[in-house]
């Protein structure tokens, strides 16, 4: 199985959302990381097929997806980034109209609606209208949709956004499992999630992929390269304009300071292991 994105460039109006982006997506996790208007909500929707590409193609095993029509619908699942559902449906019920639409059988899908509302923790609620689900609930529904007809691929548009952190574990952990036969590609703000599951990191900017690669290769690149220290208040002002941060904590009247650099920025800075966020920040620092 096999997604491959072939020189995708596309246009609004004279400016480019994306230009050249070509990948070859095997199974596994892609995290998809950029700062906003970096194209990713385009590039999602190019491969769901919702609209065409000014030029490019991409294709699932060999064929174009905008041929295929239905036969790549019945084998994708999506989330979007504003998903909202029907408001006066239940989840239950909700599930089951999603499941009419994409022509599962019914006891199947009673069956498949069930296990996913027991998946996704809102098996208790499942009689509970969509109106009344918190933001987490609602992305929680979401995700149990874009599953329901077992999607070779999974296309996740900012999938934890709303999650508490231990919504956000549980939703990795189903990620992790469902990645063994899958392509699944999620798109999302939150850098650590893509670092503890991701197989493969993209970075998007300006409509550009900028890069390609395994979480442990981006880490390396970053080695010696991560520093911490320790500074006065009054001392803020020139670190930041002198450095990368990638984080600033406050310590009663000292700041603690994280700081990307290839050379020590201080006498007293010490080296400290890369995160996901010091390669984030070092790519996208002016974004």
Sequence with gaps: MNLTV????????????LQGINMELTPGIYGLLGPNGAGKTTLLRILVDIISPT???????????SALGSQYRDILGYLPQ????????????????VADLK???????RERVQELLEVVGLHETKKKKLKN???????????????????DILILDEPTAGLDPSERIRLRGILSQLSKNKI?????????????IADEVLLLKEGKLIASE?????????????????????????????FTISNIHQQGTRIELRIVSKTQPHPNAKNVEPRMEDIYVSYFENE
């Design 184 to 196: 699944i590609i999620l798109s999302t703000h939150i850098v650590s999630d893509i670092e503890y």
């Design 82 to 97: 504003n998903f909202s559902g029907y408001r006066n449906f239940t989840a239950e019920n909700f599930l089951m109209y």
């Design 133 to 151: 689900f918190s933001g987490g609930m609602s992305r929680r529904i979401g995700i149990a949709q874009a599953l329901l007809n077992d999607p």
């Design 6 to 17: 072939h020189d995708i460039t596309h246009q609004y109006k004279g400016f480019y959302a």
């Design 103 to 109: 022509g599962l059988d019914k006891q199947a899908a």
């Design 55 to 65: 030029k490019g193609e991409v294709l699932y095993n060999n064929r174009e997806i």
């Design 214 to 242: 395994k979480p442990s290769e981006l880490l390396h690149q970053l080695s010696n390269h991560v520093w911490h220290i320790q500074i006065d208040e009054n001392e803020l002002e020139h670190f930041s304009s002198a």
